[in-house]
């Protein structure tokens, strides 16, 4: 999670021009892999886990590891999409967008009144 969040950070920094789904890509490029090459050793040892003697590490070792798969679908989906959603303008909404970053108000019209 963290790694995602600091990496979209970097992608708008060096990239502000760049729409919402352009720096998503870029992120996920950056970061998805040490993702993926972390969530798949970290599953595949807890597997391993799994295929110890003691009935108690057998389950934890099992649970561990579909744990760590699951984690990693939803950082890729539900995480990332929870990431982009205040960032890209919805025109379903009516009311104005209000916005407040450190002590700053800023309301905008919504496109189509304007």
């Known amino acids: 999670m963290l790694v995602l969040i600091e990496t979209m950070e970097e992608v708008k920094k060096e ?6 789904e352009q ?3 870029r992120t996920v490029r950056h970061a998805g892999m040490s993702i993926t090459i972390t ?4 599953a595949l040892a807890f597997a391993l886990g799994g295929t110890s003697s ?3 590490l057998q389950g934890f070792g099992v649970y561990a590891s579909l744990t760590i798969l699951l984690d990693y679908f ?3 989906s539900f995480f990332l999409s929870c990431m982009v959603r ?3 303008p919805s025109p379903a909404r009516s009311s104005p967008s209000c916005r407040v970053r450190a002590g700053e108000a800023e309301v905008q019209p919504h496109p189509q009144r304007a």
């Not at 969530?39 to 970290?42: A, E, G, I, K, M």
């Open 15 to 20: 990239h502000p021009q760049l729409e919402v």
């Open 23 to 25: 720096q998503v890509e």
């Open 39 to 42: 969530s798949l050793t970290n």
């Open 54 to 56: 003691i009935p108690a």
């Open 74 to 76: 939803f950082q890729l």
């Open 86 to 88: 205040p960032r890209v």
